[in-house]
């Protein structure tokens, strides 16, 4: 062997082992990088799954829990769509890097179509590398932004798929890994439980709301508080039982064929109170209502239309079954929002029912109560009748037997003008009596006269006195009423405006065929050439209704006017 060729075979054999150290160390470096990335990933993970179980509103876990999946696979954009309780679309999008237009546009894909029905129909993960080759395939919408690469995994709360994770386009393009998959998985477990511990929470928050909401609205109804002050308790308390946008009640009128809202609570919502709705109309209201089977809908209809309401889910229950039907609870949350889950309508069925109850309860003890006060009424009145009317009458007419026995004339005046005191009075215990006959839950025509006499009390600086003789609430129908109030507010406040006048007396007397109402005061009189639009007014009311009317001046000093009119014309 020549010199030269054994020096360069002694050069190769010192060369190999420095070679195998540098392919060894770049390994050893590879795999340390490895370990530390891996050790910074279950890191990550870590702080991950104490983040998202460091709350216990389900909303803010849903967008912790999309916040970390995007973080540890460092995914550019992330959303966790919720399964709807029936298993077959999504019911509710947390994003992370998508706009609102892009949100809108994902909730409303088909049914089972693309990869999100395809994540639906079989939850397992799912890893795609491209998907620009056939994107309508996949179910992206016209305008959505271009999405290559894509990871989904399951979320699951015990046995049940509560929603998936959906990560698309890792930042620096590349593709996603199994370690990515991993990874995700593992967040998703962990989000699983975090689910269930806000539900729970959340559970028996709604539990302690039912139990205080069901204990005051009883209470309220059965110790005699204004019915419309409870209705509006009952309202208030289902949005809060329900953590709802909005709660209304509303109870059936059906000779009308409508819904009366008694009552609603939310932002703004007194603009609906007293509102009618048409039975047909709220077609989800009327189901509930007829069938006594509440409602829960994804997306429901407003109970009124209204351009400026939008609403969400929607849950119906009833107030009442079959011949205790009362009416709906109706409450609804903004747009975009989770549907109300099975245990609250379960806890607002079960709010409905002791609503009900209590409701039958009030409405019965009002029957008796304004039994017993009629009963008190009639007896009230069938004692003024049969004895103080009686002992007048006979004192009145023992009276004018004894004047024709006196002599001296002054006496005899007194002694009739005894006799015309009494006759007032049996006058007025009879208005008394007609009054009593009224039902106090209705204002009758003789309370409404009261009140345009002292609404004038005012405006004329002193209270005229009231005379109101015979059947005004029985044999007075409701037009001829109409027509009594306003030419009797007419005349006061032709008084208060012209007569400068310190007294004034109203009387009304309701004969067998006719009504007559005197207005009289002792002021100015009616002037020569004075406007006389307000006294024409009152002249075609009468001629109106085939009456009279007319005005003069009294000797005395004043003025009088007469308005008459038939109790059997109509206006």
Known sequence: MAPEQGAGEDRARLLLPQLKLDDLLTEL??????VRSTRDRVHALLEAVVSIGGDLDLETVLRRITEAATTLVDARYGALGVIGEEGERLVQFVSVGVTQEEIDAIGHWPHGHGILGLLIKDPRPLRLHDL?????AYGFPPGHPVMKRFLGVPIRVRDEVFGNLYLTEKVGGGDFEEEDEIVLTALATAAGVAIENARLYEAGRQRERWLAAS??????????????????LVAERARQICDAELAMVALADEDAGEFVIEAAAGEDAERFTGRRVPMEQPAEALQVYRSGEPSSLVEGQPLVEDPQL???PVLIVPLG?????RGVIWVADKPQSLPFREDARRLLEAFAGPVTVALELAERRRDAERLTLLEDRDRIAKDLHDTVIQRLFATAMTLMSAAKLIDRPDAQARVRRAVDDLDDTIRQIRSTIFALQTPPDEESLRSRLHH?????AENLGFAPSVRLDGLLDTAVDESIGEHLLAVTHEALSNVARHAHASEASVSVDVGDSDLTLRVEDNGVGIPEGGRRSGLRNMAERAQRLGGTFTVQNRPEGGARLVWTVPLAADS
């Not at 470096?29 to 490895?34: F, H």
């Not at 204990?215 to 509006?232: F, K, M, N, P």
């Not at 345009?452 to 004038?456: N, T």
């Open 29 to 34: 470096q590879a795999r340390l990088e490895t």
């Open 310 to 312: 939008r609403v969400g």
């Open 215 to 232: 204990g005051e609205v009883t209470t309220a109804l059965l110790s005699g508080r204004e019915r419309s002050d409870v209705i509006a």
């Open 452 to 456: 345009v006499v002292d609404a004038a």
């Open 132 to 136: 620009t080759k056939h994107p309508e």
């Open 321 to 325: 079954t079959g011949s205790t039907a």
